[in-house]
């Protein structure tokens, strides 16, 4: 997993340190949900727009990053039509494929081709694996951000892994 | 990964070999500088409210303000029964009524009235506490639709022999989502599955769930205020 940003403790953070610590990983984030430059500048920008408007009502310091991939979260689905055509896997080949040789083969493949398997799947495997792989999310700020159950959570990103392996050896 | 134990040591570092890859992968050159300048253009919306002991209808404070301070003035001048809106009316609830129906359609009916909120805070355990003590339900934590809303204040509303609790909640453009919170055990496990469609109620758009022993309905303040937004995720 990625190193998260050190946690956010008061003073409040000002609007410039939360841009500087958490840009890269939200505008990454909004590339796996609209998979073009273009929409996710749009959607970071419109995401810390709400932050500069809003932050300053958040209480807890910590809960920044977490309230950033929440609001981006929420943007997305105001603001796009989402239900497009996914390629779909065979979740069950993926259970075959083993891991060792998956992290050999990541290691080695363009960035850009893992941000592509990864915004290809469906919304319901791709949100919690973003905010797991991107924003570093633990299991319970995923299931605040998806307003899902922490059970959930993990079937999601069980099954979600095994269709990005899948999406992994088709690309 | 199953649900019940933990990652094993090559899914592990497939996880991290994964989440590397991806944090390569590149963010334009001058994404942070827009940022930054975002920032700088943008003033925080004001979370302060004027600090009345009253307030009128709060989907309309900020149009209303001046008539709150007028009904403020009126009272100390004795003649405060002339502006102060009269407690809101409920039609009666028919028997074999659809709780769920009736509930939205008199919650929306409640939006639409003038009323005073009990409490002006934004605080969420200052609401907690206000509606606790006056006897209405009262979520435990606010609902994460609605968390990146602003708290305006609440109120104690009395409905149908029992109490209801809203908490009214600001949009960024000013307008008011009402969220309402009543007891469960008022309504018939039959009539809470309509609760979840959304619906244009006298006007305003409408969308409720149920939730351990509560019944939640969100109502927008004005025709055009969409809260499915706001609703929890399915």
Known sequence: MPDSPETVTSPAPDFDTVVKDYYTDIFRFAYSLVKNEPDAVDLTQQTFLKFARKGHQIKDHSKVKSWLATTMKREFYNSLRREKAHPSVEIEEADRLDYAEDSKAVQSMDASLAMDALAGIEDKFRLPLSLFYIQGLTYKEIAESLEIPIGTVMSRLSRGKDVLRAALHVS | ?234
């Open chain 2, 1 to 234: 990964m199953s649900p019940d134990d933990t990652p094993s040591p090559q899914e592990q570092e497939f996880d991290r070999a994964f989440a590397a890859k991806l944090a390569e992968f590149p963010v334009p050159a001058d994404l942070e500088a827009k940022l930054l300048a975002l920032g700088k253009t943008v003033l925080p919306a004001e979370d302060a409210e004027p600090q009345l002991a009253e307030i009128i209808r709060p989907s309309a404070f900020k149009r209303y303000w001046p008539l709150a301070a007028a009904a403020t003035v009126a009272l100390v001048l004795g003649v405060g029964s002339l502006i102060i809106p009269s407690p809101v009316e409920f039609p009666a609830i028919a028997e074999q009524a659809d709780m769920g129906a009736i509930y939205r359609d008199h919650m929306a009916h409640f939006a639409n009235e003038r009323f005073f909120l009990d409490a002006m805070t934004d605080s969420a355990s200052e609401a907690q506490a206000s509606l606790r003590e006056s006897g209405a339900p009262v979520f435990a934590s606010v609902p994460a639709g609605l968390q990146p809303l602003g708290m305006m204040g609440c109120k104690s509303i009395d409905w149908n022999g029992g109490r209801v609790g809203l908490v009214c909640f600001t949009r960024e453009d000013g307008e008011i989502v009402h969220l309402f919170i009543a007891d469960k055990s008022g309504f018939a496990e039959a009539d809470l599955a309509s609760l979840t469609s959304l619906e244009t109620s006298r006007g305003l758009q409408t969308g409720g769930w149920s939730d351990g022993e509560y019944v939640f309905m969100l109502v927008g303040s004005e025709p055009g205020i969409e809260v499915a937004e706001y609703l929890p995720a399915v």
